[in-house]
């Protein structure tokens, strides 16, 4: 089985306060961490033992993972499995990352969010650095508010041409074909999250060749559909996987809308789907924008 998880496990606190997250600056106590951390390591203990599988994961906890110990150890452990295609994770970059020495390049990738006012530019940018000088896969996006378009502008001006920025429209917020326009000029794709895809009824591969996992092993097709396919753990969820259309009208997050098949975005990011990195025929450096279907 050629099989994308996406994991979300209890961890919900941050180190950041952005006005525009709900979970900034959330604490968990200690026993929630040692729940979050006793949780991911049963997940990491499963994918390892499917060795005959084909296992791509993307960790997108609702807190910042990466300044916990046992996601840094984990990411680094599962991208050395020979049977892991890759392995990723939404980031802030606000931890240290000394800890990639431990990890395969070839097989680890990071999805950064920059968010101004939470770190200096400099040292967010200096990160970005060294990323690229240990060969790792990267991209880097930025919330798209109009207070935060000089900063957009000035890390499209720093970070090498190489590195994809992305821009997520701002939750809630309507752009004007200008506006749209100005952010475009970073990222040619940004009008794929400009307006929310309508998807009910269509066709998604999120149940048949791409689930959600949480803590309790519980798999569902997508973060964004409750209804439940069975366990991780039991094996329960294999019978339930094949082809299903979506039920939700409207898909409007990235992690979700990726996976419609009336969407050319496999194709546009082939190789880079899990970390949000496109072909290189695709980045903001010229490449052609692929023709957006209606919705």
């Known amino acids: 089985m050629d099989l994308t998880l996406l994991y979300r496990g209890p961890l919900a606190s941050c180190d950041y306060d952005c006005p ?98 939470q770190t200096p530019y400099d040292r967010f940018l200096a990160k970005c650095r060294d990323l690229t000088d240990r060969g790792i896969r990267f991209s880097v996006g930025i919330v798209g508010l109009a207070e935060h378009l000089e900063a957009a ?48 009824g269509l066709p998604c591969r999120t149940g048949e060749s791409v689930i959600s996992v949480d803590g309790e092993g519980t798999v569902r097709r997508c973060h964004f559909v409750r209804a439940e396919l069975g366990n991780l753990y039991d094996g329960s969820y294999r019978a339930a996987l094949r082809p299903r259309p979506c039920p939700l009208a409207v898909c409007d997050c990235h992690i979700g809308y990726v996976h419609l098949e009336t969407l050319p975005l496999y194709d546009v990011f082939a190789g880079g789907v899990l970390e949000r990195i496109p072909g290189p025929a695709h980045l903001q450096t010229g490449g052609p924008l692929p023709v957006i279907l209606p919705g």
């Open 20 to 117: 525009y997250c709900p979970f900034a600056k959330r604490r968990d106590s200690t026993a929630q961490l040692r729940t979050d951390r006793a949780a991911l390591e049963r997940f990491a203990h499963w994918a390892a033992a499917q060795a005959d599988d084909r296992l791509s994961l993307l960790f997108t906890p609702w807190g910042e993972g990466l300044v916990r110990s046992w996601y840094r150890r984990t990411l680094a452990e599962l991208s050395h499995l020979p049977h892991i295609r890759r392995v990723a994770i939404q980031t802030n970059l606000s931890c240290r990352t000394d800890w990639l020495a431990e990890a395969d390049p070839d097989t680890l990738a990071l999805w950064c969010t920059y968010h101004p006012g």
């Open 153 to 200: 502008r000035r890390l499209r001006a720093d970070l090498p041409a190489h590195v994809y920025l992305w821009i997520n429209a701002a939750e809630g917020h309507t752009y004007t074909d200008a506006e749209a326009d100005l952010w475009t000029a970073l990222d040619p794709l940004f009008p794929y999250s400009r307006r929310p895809h309508t998807s009910a």
